[in-house]
């Protein structure tokens, strides 16, 4: 009881403390896309999707500023997401107050560093590093369970009342952006904002999940128990045994599933070796391992 007691009185704490640490990601994604966004994007006419993408033809056709371009855009889309999507908005005051503030923070700093001088005006090197930029800031925005709005929001809504899939809704609203770009600025800048989009892509996967990938290993062997035993012994990594039947004898075969860091791998491999040349291994990539041994 006391234990239970003890727990209720830090939860409020440690709320607040997350809390804070999410506004706090929040604001700093949105400041890194925006200063990106100056750096590299638009002095290099690439509109690679979004919002910004849009600003920046906007502002190359009728000069206006992109961060204008980005609040009106923005707002009335914030606006409608609260009214067309009701629970995934309204239903965490939380996450709308976020989203809202990757709104309104974003556009500003845009606003604030438009003085700044472009990093190159080599338009592949702005491509690539611009799409690194904005995917770091996305990616750092997304780990606060977040968004910065705009078309993101388009798409959940053509997604709610369409029925495509949000995946589908995206690439639908980027492609759009993509598209006038090449109107306005020509074929080859739309190509380099492809690769910007790629880019950015990949680098919020890596700000999300890393590049520390763990190793899962399936292991089936004659000799399971000293396997098991080397595993945890040895290796000194956990050990799960999973039920299994051969295919071609209707024989059980236990199958023996451990998960190790890169660097454990040879090691274990050797081990199993050691005990059973015949056994069978399969060795797949595991992008992210939560718990005891790996990241909490």
Same mark, same amino acid.
Request: aromatic share 10%; proline share 3%; with cysteine.
């Given at each position: 009881?006391?234990?239970?007691?003890?727990?209720?009185?830090?939860? +409020?704490?440690? =709320? =607040?403390? @997350?809390?804070?640490?999410?506004?706090?990601?929040?604001?700093?994604?949105?400041?890194?896309?925006?200063?990106?966004?100056?750096?590299?994007?638009?002095?290099?006419?690439?509109?690679?999707?979004?919002?910004?993408?849009?600003?920046?033809?906007?502002?190359?056709? !009728?000069?206006?500023?992109? #961060?204008?371009?980005?609040?009106?855009?923005?707002? +009335?889309?914030?606006?409608?997401?609260?009214?067309?999507?009701?629970?995934?908005?309204?239903?965490?005051?939380?996450?709308?107050?976020?989203?809202?503030?990757?709104?309104?923070?974003?556009?500003?700093?845009?606003?604030?560093?438009? /003085?700044?001088?472009? #990093?190159?005006?080599?338009?592949? %090197? &702005?491509?690539?590093?611009?799409?690194?930029?904005?995917?770091?800031?996305?990616?750092?925005?997304?780990?606060?369970?977040?968004?910065?709005? *705009?078309?993101?929001? &388009?798409?959940?809504?053509?997604?709610?009342? =369409?029925?495509?899939?949000? $995946?589908?809704?995206?690439?639908?609203?980027?492609?759009?952006?993509?598209? &006038?770009?090449?109107?306005?600025?020509?074929?080859?800048?739309?190509?380099?904002?492809?690769?910007?989009?790629?880019?950015?892509?990949?680098?919020?996967?890596?700000?999300?999940? $890393?590049?520390?990938?763990?190793?899962?290993?399936?292991?089936?062997?004659?000799?399971?128990?000293?396997?098991?035993?080397?595993? %945890?012994?040895?290796? /000194?990594?956990?050990? !799960?045994?999973?039920?299994?039947?051969?295919?071609?004898?209707?024989?059980?075969? +236990?199958?023996?599933?451990?998960?190790?860091? @890169?660097?454990?791998?040879?090691?274990?491999? @050797?081990?199993?070796?050691?005990? /059973?040349? /015949?056994?069978?291994?399969?060795?797949?990539? &595991?992008?992210?391992?939560?718990?005891? *041994?790996?990241?909490?």
């Amino acid at each position: 009881m006391k234990k239970l007691q003890r727990r209720k009185e830090t939860n +409020p704490l440690n =709320t =607040t403390q @997350r809390t804070i640490i999410e506004f706090l990601y929040v604001l700093t994604g949105s400041a890194i896309v925006a200063v990106t966004f100056n750096l590299f994007l638009l002095p290099n006419q690439i509109a690679s999707g979004g919002v910004s993408g849009i600003s920046t033809i906007v502002f190359n056709i !009728t000069a206006w500023e992109p #961060a204008y371009t980005q609040w009106a855009l923005n707002i +009335p889309l914030f606006i409608a997401g609260v009214l067309l999507l009701g629970g995934s908005i309204r239903g965490s005051i939380l996450y709308g107050t976020k989203t809202l503030t990757g709104t309104l923070f974003l556009p500003f700093i845009v606003f604030l560093t438009r /003085d700044l001088q472009p #990093a190159t005006l080599d338009p592949l %090197l &702005a491509s690539i590093f611009g799409g690194v930029g904005v995917g770091v800031g996305l990616g750092i925005v997304f780990r606060s369970n977040s968004s910065t709005g *705009g078309t993101d929001l &388009a798409a959940q809504i053509i997604n709610k009342y =369409t029925g495509m899939s949000l $995946g589908v809704c995206v690439f639908i609203m980027d492609g759009l952006v993509v598209s &006038a770009s090449a109107v306005v600025f020509g074929f080859e800048f739309a190509l380099y904002a492809l690769i910007s989009l790629f880019t950015t892509s990949k680098t919020i996967d890596f700000v999300q999940i $890393g590049i520390g990938y763990s190793k899962m290993v399936i292991i089936i062997s004659e000799f399971e128990e000293e396997v098991k035993q080397g595993l %945890l012994t040895k290796v /000194d990594r956990g050990v !799960t045994k999973i039920a299994g039947y051969g295919g071609y004898t209707n024989h059980e075969r +236990p199958m023996l599933m451990c998960v190790v860091s @890169r660097n454990e791998v040879t090691k274990l491999k @050797r081990l199993v070796q050691t005990i /059973d040349p /015949d056994a069978f291994v399969i060795v797949s990539n &595991a992008s992210e391992v939560l718990g005891k *041994g790996f990241k909490k």
